[in-house]
């Protein structure tokens, strides 16, 4: 029965999407918003059940993106992340203090763990400096990099290729880390990102996400355009 209630709910949401022209393997918090008042309003279920449906597909994503089947999206059911009502503008991400950056990489220069404070350094610089998506940093293998022409070919938003140059202080960090000639650089997952930034950020006393990493580097951009 349990099975069969599960199947039921990932067709639900399937059909639901099939209707409204959504694509099922690129789903945004809005989309999740308008599906969880879309089954709260119809009436036909009650809360429980109401809460189940959403758990359930909270669990396939949140599986689905561990895994690797579903790559540089976050989870739209996870309960943590804000579900915005459809039409709402969406507020831009204040931009990270480059003060913050350094305090942040001061701690990781720290670390008693001195590996694990090269890589969270490294990770650091990766986001504030090209400015790149936690997904694209997190699948990045040694393969798409050229640290003697201090260059990388990343995945970017919409499965395009990007060629980067990469800071003197990002070469010298990979090279400290670098174990082997292929597979993952940082061997994170997309919610480790996520989590790196937010303690590190914390032993500063900032709140700090990778969105706001990005932010930064249109500012700087925009800054160097103005000077």
Known sequence: HTLRAYREDLSMWLGFCASNGLDPTRPTPTHAAVYREFIRKGGVAAPMTVARRLAVLS????????????????????????????GEPRKPHP????????????????????????????????LYGPGLRCGSVAALAWEQLDLTAATARVGVKGGKLQDLFLPT??????????????????????????QIIHDRGRAVGAHVSPHQFRAAFGTRGYDLIEA
């Open 59 to 86: 669990s396939f994503y949140g599986y689905a993106i561990a895994t690797g089947r579903l790559r540089n999206i976050i989870n739209p059911f996870d309960r943590r992340v804000t579900l915005r009502d459809a």
């Open 169 to 194: 202080r990002v070469v010298a960090g990979l090279k400290a880390l670098r174990p082997c000639k292929t597979g993952s650089v940082f061997n994170l997952k997309y919610r480790d990102v996520w």
């Open 95 to 126: 931009a990270v203090a480059r003060t913050v950056v350094q305090k942040m990489l001061a701690v990781c220069r720290q670390d008693p763990d001195r590996r694990l404070g090269v890589r969270d350094e490294t990770l650091i610089l990766f």
